[in-house]
């Protein structure tokens, strides 16, 4: 059964004073990139790993290539292999990145943000015909224009949140998931609370051993209730 519900704006104060600290030490700054193509590889290294993994595997990229379509395109992969090795699953990720910068190379002519200027679902559209881009990566890109009120990313923390707090069901799609969070997070203040909800995710509403006890949400929330 799905528990409809709406993340209360008192709930805001709560869920800042818990998690607010905490974005700053998780995201660095220097790696919220404008350029939409060295947010495109970042998003790419972040597949199924950490945010430490992540930004080391972008800084052992940018220490021995130029982050452009131009330079990874015609890149040797063995040679991006090494350079993203500390962030694991360099195989199949150096592949990717090469591949990427091709097809941005020849569908978009190098430039990733005149995509971002087409109407939302179209430039989704064109984003997801890239090889290894899927709709996260996507929606990444397009919150650059549209923002998180907009536009909100669905990765795994956001699945598992949705499904244990009951306001998707079980087997929800990306979409399905995503709609469901566009009435839980009302506009207002939906861009924070999403990232106050992704730090709970994080943090408390672990994969393993959810801490319900220690949750701000336990009384709104299907799994926490149970406990
Ligand atoms: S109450 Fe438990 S299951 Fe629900 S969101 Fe909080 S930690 Fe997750």
Not at 12 to 33: H, N, Q, R, V
Not at 65 to 85: G, H, M, N, Y
Not at 137 to 163: C, E, G, M, N
Not at 164 to 191: H, K, S, V
Request: hydrophobic share 40%.
């Amino acid at each position: 059964m799905i528990h409809l519900l709406v993340l209360d704006a008192r709930l805001m104060d709560t869920l800042e004073a818990k998690y607010g600290a905490l974005w700053a030490t998780i995201w660095p700054e220097e790696f919220s990139f404008k350029d939409q193509f060295k947010k495109l590889i970042i998003t790419v290294l972040s597949q199924n790993t950490s945010n430490i993994n992540t930004i080391r595997a972008y800084k052992g990229l940018a220490a021995m290539f130029e982050v452009t379509p131009q330079v990874l395109a015609s890149a040797d992969v063995d040679q991006l292999k090494e350079a993203i090795r500390s962030g694991g699953l360099y195989n199949v990720k150096a592949k990717r990145l090469k591949d990427v910068s091709k097809a941005i190379l020849e569908k978009f002519k190098g430039d990733v943000a005149s995509v971002l200027t087409l109407p939302k679902e179209e430039a989704k559209a064109k984003l997801m015909e890239l090889p290894g881009i899927g709709d996260k990566t996507a929606d990444v890109l397009l919150t650059s224009r549209y923002s998180y009120q907009k536009v909100l990313p669905i990765d795994t923390h956001f699945r598992r949140v949705a499904k244990r707090l009951g306001i998707t069901a079980p087997n929800a799609n990306y979409d399905e998931i995503q709609n469901a969070y566009m009435t839980f997070l009302p506009e207002p203040y939906r861009e924070r609370a999403s990232g106050l909800l992704w730090l709970l995710a994080k943090n408390t509403c672990k994969a393993q051993n959810p801490r319900c006890s220690d949750c701000p949400l336990q009384r709104t929330c299907e799994y926490g209730m149970k406990r």
